[in-house]
Structure formats: C-alpha cells, structure tokens
C-alpha cells in the first residue's frame, strides 16, 4: 500500500516521522509506505490540484493507492480560501471531481492545533509558565492562528529562542500519544482515521 499525502510545509513534514510511528502501533503487518509532497506553502487548487493527484495516483513506475491532500484553514489570503475544515475538504473534493482513491483533511485552523494539547511540552522548550490557551485547540480564527500563539511563547519565554516549525514541531512531538491530541482536535482524529481506514486498520472512537 503506498498513500501520498500532500501537506503545505516543513512543519507537517516534521509530523510524518510521528505519524509513521504511530501507525506503526495499529497495522501491524499492514504498514503503509507513506510519501510525502510538499509544497513550501499553500496546496496547490483547482485544476492543478487535480492535475497532481492524477499524476500520482497514475505513475507508471509507483502509482500511488490513495492520495490524502491536508491543507491549512488559514492560509493567509485575503479574502480566506477556507472558513472551515469541512468547506476546505469540501472544496478540494471538488476540484478532484470526486475521484474515490483521494482523500481531502484540513487543520482547523493551522497543523499547530494539533500541538496544543502538548501545552506542558511547549513550556518546557520555550521556558514559559503561561495557560493553555484553549481548552479546544481547534476552536480558534483568522486573526490568531495556534501557529501565532506558539510563537509568542516562545518569544516571551525565558530561553528567548524564536518557534522555528521545522525544528519545534517534532520536539513537541517526541514520545508522544497522537491520540492524546486527536480526543481534543477532531480533524486530527479524522486524518488518523482516514489513513486507518485506507489500511484497514481500526479506527479511533
């Protein structure tokens, strides 16, 4: 089985190893080869997106079995692209013309959602005592990303090191459960259970 995923940048890069890891715990004998696109910024839409995963799904010398695109809510333009996770899955379905073997996910509003629910962890690196600034770290908006709030922490925290996602977002990640941070960010949990579900693993209830 061979699932490309599509992601924006070098911060979902850093949660590929994780997540190989974690599926790693749950497909015994039925692990997946995972390949990961990367654009350095916004996914590609519309007709390009689609163009893409034709191209990869019919690859002559490895064709991919599935395709998962996982986009940002936020993607900075003005006005959105996206107001949601579901318009952005929606959206790029879409543009796909419904072709079954890809998957569309998004992070609601950006990946550093899901690294909120490791809010000890994130102290720890940047040297802070601040609370967790959300209780639902997907619950957020346009005008202050999780991807913002981590900054912050880590500019005001006592190590005075700037949040590079590249290299924090898989020290955050380390040795960690996903499932601690899929039971509080639903589309992590949807992701998750879409490459389960592609694997014929169990899902996540």
């Given at each position: 089985m061979r699932i490309a995923i599509l992601v924006e940048g070098k911060t979902e890069r850093a949660f590929i190893p994780h997540l190989?890891?974690?599926l790693d715990t749950r497909l015994a004998g039925r692990m997946p080869r995972l390949d990961c696109n990367s654009f350095d910024g916004r996914l590609p839409t519309r007709d390009r997106l689609r163009r893409i995963v034709k191209r990869l799904l019919t690859d002559h010398r490895q064709p991919a079995d599935a395709v998962i695109?996982?986009?940002?809510?936020?993607?900075?333009?003005?006005?959105?692209?996206?107001t949601t996770a579901a318009?952005?899955?929606?959206?790029m379905t879409q543009w796909v013309r419904g072709?079954?073997?890809?998957h569309a996910a998004a992070a609601q509003h950006d990946f550093e959602?899901?690294?909120l629910p490791y809010w000890e962890e994130i102290k720890r690196l940047a040297g802070s005592n601040r609370d967790d600034p959300a209780r639902a770290p997907e619950d957020v908006?346009?005008?202050?990303?999780?991807?913002?709030?981590?900054?912050?922490?880590?500019?005001?925290?006592?190590?005075?090191?700037?949040?590079?996602k590249a290299r924090d977002a898989g020290?955050?990640?380390?040795d960690k459960d996903l499932t601690?941070?899929?039971?509080?960010?639903p589309e992590l949990k949807s992701f998750l259970n879409t490459v389960l579900k592609i694997c014929g693993g169990s899902l996540i209830p």
């Open positions: 190989r890891k974690f695109a996982l986009t940002d809510v936020y993607t900075g333009t003005n006005p959105p692209e996206f318009v952005a899955k929606d959206k072709e079954p073997r890809f959602a899901w690294l908006n346009h005008h202050q990303p999780p991807s913002a709030r981590i900054s912050e922490v880590f500019r005001t925290g006592t190590k005075k090191r700037a949040y590079i020290r955050i990640l380390k601690v941070a899929a039971d509080r960010c």
